[in-house]
């Protein structure tokens, strides 16, 4: 017969539990996560980077001029009623681009730079985007930090040819609302250009949610940012986000649209 002693069982029973705790779901690498992807810049060094959030409804512009255009807008329209699942923001198509706030162009890529003058500006200026990234986004904010206008321009077979079509609808309209930077310290993400994932991952869900918590404001610098974060974090908590979220983040996903 093998006995097991009482502080071998409480032991076995602490160690089971802490492994059950996936690495995003611990508070310290969330609020270091958050940091990393909303508040620095990955084409831009920023010396006083702050917060940066829509503060009204987004109105979304579809065009385009290469591929299946009612595949692509079904896709975006997928992606983007779950980002305001996630947020509580508004997001609605609009066909007409004086009332559009964020413009969303599928093109090719040899018409890339011709899209980047008309709703971007001089190519010239994002040149490192241009010669590094697959698809493009870029945003203009207000004197609060409240994000008011995106572009994001999507070179459709150039996309495809990199097997990243799904991965540009996915990240550069989710990094238009307030997550504009890439790391390789976080994980699992899209915000990760070293990563497999395709679709938001738990921790992107995470984010999210934070980035919109009344208890963040934009314009908050780092230091005011990690003083609210113990807030935010037991939000999280009491809202069994962090618990659940390899669950949540699957409602209304483009993934479970796609039975992927």
């Known amino acids: 017969m093998i006995r097991f002693s009482p502080f071998w069982l409480l032991t076995f029973f602490i160690s089971s539990f802490a492994l059950s705790e996936e690495r995003w779901q611990n508070d310290a690498y969330i609020q270091d996560s958050f940091i990393k992807i909303a508040l620095e810049r990955e084409y831009k060094e920023t010396k ?13 512009f579809f065009e385009s001029d290469s591929g299946d255009a ?12 779950h980002l305001a699942h996630i947020t509580g923001l508004s997001i609605d198509f609009t066909n007409d681009p004086k009332q559009a706030n964020i413009f969303v162009i599928f093109t090719t890529y040899d018409n890339i730079e011709n899209k980047v003058r008309q709703y971007i500006g001089d190519p010239e200026k994002i040149r490192a985007a ?22 994001i321009i999507i070179p ?18 989710t990094q238009l609302l307030g997550l504009p ?14 990563s497999v994932d395709t679709y938001l991952s ?24 990690k003083a609210a974060f113990p807030k935010v ?16 983040v699957q409602k209304y996903s483009l993934k479970t649209y796609l039975g992927d």
């Open 48 to 60: 006083y980077p702050k917060l940066i959030r829509w503060n009204k409804p987004i109105k979304l």
């Open 181 to 194: 930077n890439d790391s390789n310290d976080v994980f699992p993400s899209v915000f990760n250009d070293v």
């Open 130 to 151: 241009l010669n590094e990234a697959i698809c493009l986004g870029n945003f203009s904010r207000n004197g609060k930090y409240e994000i008011t206008k995106g572009s």
């Open 70 to 81: 009612s595949l692509q807008k079904e896709l975006l329209s997928v992606h983007a009623q």
């Open 156 to 173: 459709v077979d150039y996309a495809r040819r990199k097997a990243r079509f799904l991965d540009c609808i996915v990240e550069e309209i």
């Open 233 to 248: 974090l037991a939000e999280l908590h009491a809202n069994k986000d962090i618990e659940n979220a390899a669950q949540r």
């Open 202 to 225: 738990p921790l992107d869900y995470l984010l999210l949610k934070a980035l919109y918590s009344s208890h963040l404001k934009p314009g908050m610098d780092v230091a005011q940012t």
